[in-house]
Nanobody, 116 residues
Framework: QVQLVESGGGLVQPGGSLTLSCAASGSRLRINDMGWYHEAPGKQRELVALITRGGWTNYGDSVKGRFTVSRDNAKDTVYLQMNSLNAEDTAVYYC??????????WGRGTQVTVSS
């Protein structure tokens, strides 16, 4: 069974920074896309950032210029560096992984709260 272990969530003040990580394990196939989605209270889940195995990235409009997604293919781990955080970033952040057969996996989610 594929497992995704997320870490790095928590409480941060407006303007602060936070780094999330997600490590995938147990996949019998190579992992292609990795990334993050978030779900704020009363809102639907939406894209934060995705990164392909080759390093191409795609960001949601609300985080462009503030967040950076990266990955370590040898460790099957994806990271999200979050800068200049504001209250609108408060949400549950879910790790997303897609293997070479296009099967998708989701993490349990980690809470990020931006508040003074």
């Amino acid at each position: 069974q594929v497992q995704l272990v997320e870490s790095g969530g928590g409480l941060v003040q407006p303007g602060g920074s936070l780094t999330l990580s997600c490590a995938a394990s147990g996949s019998r196939l190579r992992i292609n896309d990795m990334g993050w989605y978030h779900e704020a209270p009363g809102k639907q889940r939406e894209l934060v950032a995705l990164i392909t195995r080759g390093g191409w990235t795609n960001y949601g409009d609300s985080v462009k210029g503030r967040f950076t997604v990266s990955r370590d293919n040898a460790k099957d781990t994806v990271y999200l560096q979050m800068n200049s955080l504001n209250a609108e970033d408060t949400a549950v952040y879910y790790c997303y992984v897609e293997d070479s057969s296009r099967r998708a996996y989701w993490g349990r989610g980690t809470q990020v709260t931006v508040s003074s």
